[in-house]
């Protein structure tokens, strides 16, 4: 049975940093292209970035710059740092897992976590 679990989300103010992780149980990582999305409040879940298999990383425009994402191969998990943080970063975000590059950027991935919230306050 395949998990996802992301953790590190919690409460923030403006300008301040989180690190998410998403560990995984059932797959391996390293096979896979990862996938950071987010939910804001009222809206439906939108594209963070992209991590590939042979580590290339994709992010909107929204985060660019503010956002890096890495793989622990060891240990199985993926981490999103986000700084500067800002108030419409506020969302539930979840981490997903798929053997297509394709199928995470159109949300069709095979696996998803439950999600961790981040809520940053002005």
């Known amino acids: 049975q395949v998990q996802l679990v992301e953790s590190g989300g919690g409460l923030v103010q403006a300008g301040g940093s989180l690190r998410l992780s998403c560990t995984a149980s059932?797959?391996?990582?390293?096979?896979?292209?990862c996938g950071w999305f987010r939910q804001p409040p009222g809206k439906p879940r939108e594209l963070v970035g992209i991590?590939?298999?042979?580590?290339?990383?994709h992010y909107v425009d929204a985060v660019k710059g503010r956002v890096s994402g890495y793989r622990n191969h060891a240990q199985n998990v993926i981490y999103l740092e986000m700084d500067n943080l800002k108030p419409e970063d506020t969302a539930v975000y979840y981490c997903?897992?798929?053997?297509?590059?394709?199928?995470?950027?159109?949300?069709?991935?095979?696996?998803w976590g439950l999600g961790t919230q981040v809520t940053v306050s002005s």
């Open positions: 997903t897992a798929d053997s297509s590059f394709r199928a995470v950027q159109e949300q069709r991935s095979q696996y």
């Open positions: 991590i590939e298999n042979i580590g290339d990383e």
């Open positions: 059932g797959i391996t990582f390293r096979h896979n292209v």
